[in-house]
Nanobody, 123 residues
Framework: QVQLVETGGGLVQAGDSLRLSCAASGRGFSRHIMGWFRQAAGKEREFVAA???????YYADSVKGRFTISRDNTKNTVSLQMNNLKSEDTAVYYC?????????????????WGQGTRVTVSS
């Protein structure tokens, strides 16, 4: 069992930066693929970024070059640095853990989820 808690959301202006963090408890964190998803009002949950246990990263095209995902296996944390935020980045952001060995951007592939943290970007 893995518990995930996200922090760092808030209200920012377009062009600002924000850093989200996810603290994981439970066993096996270092082996899991960790991902960030987001869900805007009235829309489906969408993939944002993921990082494998070996540090390989994956990004949605909409955030590539602006967002950076990282992990610290010694602290059981995963972070999402978001730069040059846009109004379309407004959403609830979720941290997720996938116990599978291969990467997937599909939300249904992820086994554990945090409660989410809200990010609002005003234009």
């Amino acid at each position: 069992q893995v518990q995930l808690v996200e922090t760092g959301g808030g209200l920012v202006q377009a062009g600002d930066s924000l850093r989200l963090s996810c603290a994981a408890s439970g066993r096996g964190f270092s082996r899991h693929i960790m991902g960030w998803f987001r869900q805007a009002a009235g829309k489906e949950r969408e993939f944002v970024a993921a990082i494998r246990s070996d540090g390989a990263t994956y990004y949605a095209d909409s955030v590539k070059g602006r967002f950076t995902i990282s992990r610290d296996n010694t602290k059981n944390t995963v972070s999402l640095q978001m730069n040059n935020l846009k109004s379309e980045d407004t959403a609830v952001y979720y941290c997720a853990a996938d116990i599978a060995l291969s990467f997937s951007s599909a939300a249904y592939s992820y086994d554990y989820w945090g409660q989410g943290t809200r990010v609002t970007v005003s234009s």
